[in-house]
């Protein structure tokens, strides 16, 4: 099969790889109908991760199940699946409670790596995926047969990651009916934090962005407002928009020092802060500033086989589109200039489509 190999920095190549074999009584065999590039996938290929050997990437894929171990019961051969980012059992205690990505069994069951991923990457012709009965989740009425349509399918795709990664910063960050919303990052993540909040009932969604085609699909996906102002500006900003006073949410969606450092400048005094950026070198959360100000913080790595279910209800109903974060759509084969169009923010996300999947 081609799959997507990182070899070290900016260095993607599509190279031919064993095609996966059931190995445990609990693996699918998943044939990738789409994949795409996560922002988190960025940081490797810049070189602020190190790339100790050339390794499959990718953790966002929808396909169709091709096969399956002899303890698999909840799935059958020929259904269409979304998988989560990342494997989880689904009955251990993490996950019972909701909390799939600490998965007790994920890292010893010799199917994941260290991060909990596939280890077949999910940029790829097929994956396997270890866990199966709690990590895929099959898209009632959709199977190898009747493969969705492109919009659809975009939307779908955002379900194994973005989607539910916005949403669990909204949900962190107490949005509900009449909360005012600020939203830290013009990515997918940070423009499906958007449409999280307006799903959550929030009443302001202030979008920051001084990109207008990210704008656009912010106000497209309920933002009320955008701002441009960066540091002690976005604040005054969001202060003179909201009536003279801060957000009661905010949503940081980035992952850097100077993204935790805007957010908490826009959050209120006993607001609530949500934070799902993947951190990088230098984030940290200021002790002191939470204390003085009482903010609360939550959030972290997005259980995102946790919400899956209810969000996969709204798409297949039309009641959510997340797929508008998708702006570009590229064959497997060109993925290194995928990663180079989203490093260079030509694009917010790419959708990538194995020759013959569809």
């Known amino acids: 099969m081609r799959a997507t190999m990182i070899h070290g920095t900016r260095d993607i190549r599509v190279e031919d790889r064993p095609d996966p074999e059931i190995r445990l009584p ?11 590039v996560c922002g988190s996938d960025l940081w490797p290929y810049r070189g602020v991760r190190e790339v100790a050997r050339p390794k499959p990437i ?6 169709v199940v091709e096969a399956l171990g002899d303890a698999v019961s909840t799935l059958s051969v020929g259904d269409f699946v979304v998988a989560p980012w990342a494997v989880s059992c689904g009955v251990c205690p993490p996950c019972r409670n909701g909390v799939q990505v600490a998965c007790e069994h994920r890292a010893s069951w010799g199917g994941a790596d260290e991060d909990g991923l596939p280890v077949d990457g ?20 959709v199977s190898g047969v009747t493969v969705p349509d492109e919009d659809l399918l975009k939307s779908l795709l955002t379900l194994s990651d973005v989607m539910g990664t916005g949403h669990h910063a909204a949900v962190a960050a107490g949005v509900g009916p009449g909360r005012s919303v600020v939203v830290v990052g013009d990515g997918a993540v940070g423009l499906c ?57 905010v949503l940081e969606c980035v992952g850097t020092k100077e993204s935790m450092d805007q957010a908490l400048r826009c959050t209120r005094p006993g607001g609530s802060l949500g934070f799902v950026g993947v951190p990088a070198g230098g984030a940290e959360l200021p002790i002191g500033v939470l204390f003085s100000k009482n903010i609360s913080v939550g959030g972290g790595a997005a259980s995102t086989r946790h919400y899956l279910p209810e969000l ?8 959510i589109s997340p797929g508008l974060v998708f702006d570009a759509v590229m064959p497997l084969e060109d993925a290194a200039k995928a990663y180079a169009a989203m490093d260079e923010r030509r694009a917010i996300k790419v959708m990538l489509v194995p020759g013959g999947s569809r």
């Open 193 to 249: 934090g958007v449409l999280a909040a307006k799903r959550l009932g929030a009443e302001r969604i202030i979008a920051m962005s001084r990109h207008e085609d990210r704008a656009a699909i912010a106000r497209r996906l309920g933002a009320t407002d955008v701002v441009a102002e960066r540091g002690p500006g976005a604040a005054e900003k969001v202060r003179g928009l909201l009536g003279g006073v801060l957000a009661d949410s």
């Open 26 to 36: 609990g693996d699918a065999i998943v044939r990738v109908v789409a994949s795409c």
């Open 58 to 63: 990718g953790h966002e894929f929808v396909g």
């Open 122 to 141: 999910g940029q790829g012709e097929r994956v396997r995926v270890p866990l199966a009965d709690g990590t895929l989740v099959p898209v009632p009425g």
């Open 312 to 319: 996969l209800e709204d798409v297949l109903s039309g009641a």
